[in-house]
């Protein structure tokens, strides 16, 4: 049969390190209650635990304290390239087909949709209505709604933030300050605090 360490040798050093001051701060400080190997806790300056880059060669390799070699490009984190340049606004198919608004555009337009207190307590009430139920598209990530007292189709805030510029027709919830559209058109339509009338 194999000699076996005793139980109570193994006892007593278990012992000696959880009674030990510096093993009893090493576990408090680590969140662990129970000893843990002196390996993990070794400050000795000797020991090759860093992986950070020793040495450089000439021809942009990287050597680390392991000898482990990496060209830079590959030693260089990998980051994660967006789908599209600008401001990432894009359309993602949903159900059945109908596309929407992706979360950058999302959220875009809550940003600008938002109405002050000040303004909505100065809105009528079917204005009120109107632009609740813009916001309400815009929360689901709709590109256009149903006026609530014409039934007409009407573009979200989404729609016109997407398209990237301003097309001149006075929409109702212009992002841009119909900065395209013609005087006539411009002075047809007053800015209520929420969208144009």
Not at 96 to 113: D, H, R, S, W
Request: hydrophobic share 30%; net charge positive; proline share 6%.
């Amino acid at each position: 049969m194999a000699n076996l360490p005793s139980s109570s040798g193994m006892l007593s050093r278990l012992l000696s390190n959880v009674f030990s001051s510096t093993m009893a701060s090493r576990c408090s400080a680590s969140g662990r209650w129970w000893p843990q190997p002196d390996r993990l806790f070794s400050t000795n300056p000797d020991e090759k635990t860093s992986v950070k880059p020793v040495e450089k060669d000439s021809n942009n390799v990287i050597v680390t304290q392991q000898g482990i070699r990496l060209s830079k490009s590959d030693a260089a984190p990998v980051y994660y390239k967006p789908r599209s340049m600008g401001p990432g606004y894009e359309l993602v198919e949903h159900k059945k087909g109908e596309m929407i608004a992706n979360y950058t555009l999302f959220e875009a337009a809550v940003n600008k949709a938002k109405v002050p207190w000040v303004n909505y307590d100065g809105l009528t009430s079917d204005e009120r209505t109107i632009h609740m139920a813009h916001m309400k598209a815009i929360n689901d990530r709709k590109l256009t709604y149903r006026d609530p007292k014409t039934g007409y189709t009407v573009f979200t805030i989404s729609h016109h933030l997407q398209k990237g510029k301003c097309c001149g027709n006075g929409c109702r919830h212009c992002a841009y300050e119909m900065v395209n559209a013609p005087e006539e058109v411009k002075s047809k339509k007053v800015w209520n605090g929420a969208f144009y009338v």
